[in-house]
Each structure stands twice: as structure tokens, then as C-alpha cells.
């Protein structure tokens, strides 16, 4: 499956923005998708998750409670709506996908074979 990400900008810190990203076929039951970051200097890390199947979401403790994700099959895209934005939210922005939904390895970069270009989330003070 190929991913496009988008819906990355500019915005001051509290505001809201949404990002989504677009799927090349079907992926609610065959895929896990995901959202990552990379911040300047920083390893690339997780930030939610939505299972196949289940369709149950999971977050970085960093983002719980701001960031909510869901998936839309009629459209193929997934989205990540992000509330109350801070500073340090401030990152390159990925949508991966997998084939697997091993809870425990949720959360795992590598574990994700499928990946788009990011978007920069930038959030001044």
C-alpha cells in the first residue's frame, strides 16, 4: 500500500490542526496504521495507532487526551486530529502502515513496512 501524507502547516501553540493521510487501497482490516514523528535532532518516535480489524486506538502518553486518531475506509485515509498543540509538538509528521497488529510492537518503528512522506508540523510559542 502507498501512503500520502498531508495537512502539515505552520500554527501557534493551542491550536488545532488535522492531518491526514491517503491510502492506495482498502486498509481497515488488512492493515495497522500508524503515526510517527521526527523532531529536530530527535529519533523518530511513536505517536498513535489504530489496529486492524478492531479498529482500537492507541497513544503515546505525550499526546493522550490532545491527539485523536481515526480512519475512514470509504475513503481510504486515516486522519490525526491534534488539539491544544505545544511547542515541543514540532515535527516531521509519518503515516505508516503494517499487516501485523501485535499490540506489544505497536509501538515500534520497524515493525511498520510501509511509509509516506512526512509533513512538518511546526508550532510557535
Known amino acids: 500500500v502507498q501512503l500520502q501524507a498531508f495537512g502539515g502547516g505552520l500554527v501557534q501553540a493551542r491550536d488545532s490542526l488535522r492531518l491526514s493521510c491517503a491510502t492506495s487501497?482498502?486498509?481497515?482490516?488488512?492493515?495497522?496504521m500508524g503515526w510517527f514523528r521526527q523532531g529536530p535532532g530527535k529519533q523518530r518516535e511513536f505517536v498513535a495507532a489504530v489496529r486492524r480489524g478492531s479498529g482500537t486506538t492507541h497513544y503515546a502518553d505525550s499526546v493522550k487526551g490532545r491527539f485523536t486518531m481515526s480512519r475512514d475506509n470509504a475513503k481510504n485515509t486515516v486522519y490525526l486530529q491534534m488539539n491544544s498543540l505545544k511547542p515541543e509538538d514540532t515535527a516531521v509528521y509519518y503515516c505508516?502502515?503494517?499487516?501485523?497488529?501485535?499490540?506489544?510492537?505497536?509501538?515500534?518503528?520497524?515493525?511498520?513496512?510501509?511509509w509516506g512522506q512526512g509533513t512538518l508540523v511546526t508550532v510557535s510559542s
Open positions: 505508516a502502515g503494517r499487516r501485523t497488529g501485535i499490540l506489544s510492537t505497536l509501538r515500534d518503528v520497524a515493525q511498520y513496512s510501509n
Open positions: 487501497e482498502r486498509t481497515g482490516s488488512a492493515y495497522t
